[in-house]
């Protein structure tokens, strides 16, 4: 069976830091791409940052300089690091694998992420 359990998420004050990882059972990790998604109330979900299963990076514009995603194959996680945190980034972060060749994509079930007022 197939997993992603997204973790790290909580509440913080502006300007604090979160780091989410996102944990991938179940498929062979390191063949797949992985982004991070965001959604809020109401919201359409957005691209929050990308890593390619070559470690090639891109990220939303509202989050450039702020956050860095990672991996790390042989633990089968990647990684959100969220500094600066601000009101407008709180959501539900998820994960998300895909291996195009293959059509296979996954989610995770999302963990909420809460930037005080």
């Known amino acids: 069976q197939v997993q992603l359990v997204e973790s790290g998420g909580g509440l913080v004050q502006p300007g604090g830091s979160l780091k989410l990882s996102c944990a991938a059972s179940g498929i062979s990790f390191r063949l797949y791409d992985m982004g991070w998604y965001r959604q809020a109330p109401g919201m359409q979900r957005e691209l929050v940052a990308f890593?390619?299963?070559?470690?090639?990076?891109r990220y939303g514009n509202s989050v450039k300089g702020r956050f860095a995603v990672s991996r790390d194959n042989a633990k089968n996680t990647a990684y959100l690091q969220m500094n600066s945190l601000k009101a407008e980034d709180t959501a539900v972060y998820s994960c998300?694998?895909?291996?195009?060749?293959?059509?296979?994509?996954?989610w995770g079930q999302g963990t909420q992420v809460t930037v005080s007022s």
């Open positions: 998300h694998v895909v291996w195009r060749q293959i059509n296979s994509e996954y």
């Open positions: 890593i390619t299963s070559g470690g090639t990076t």
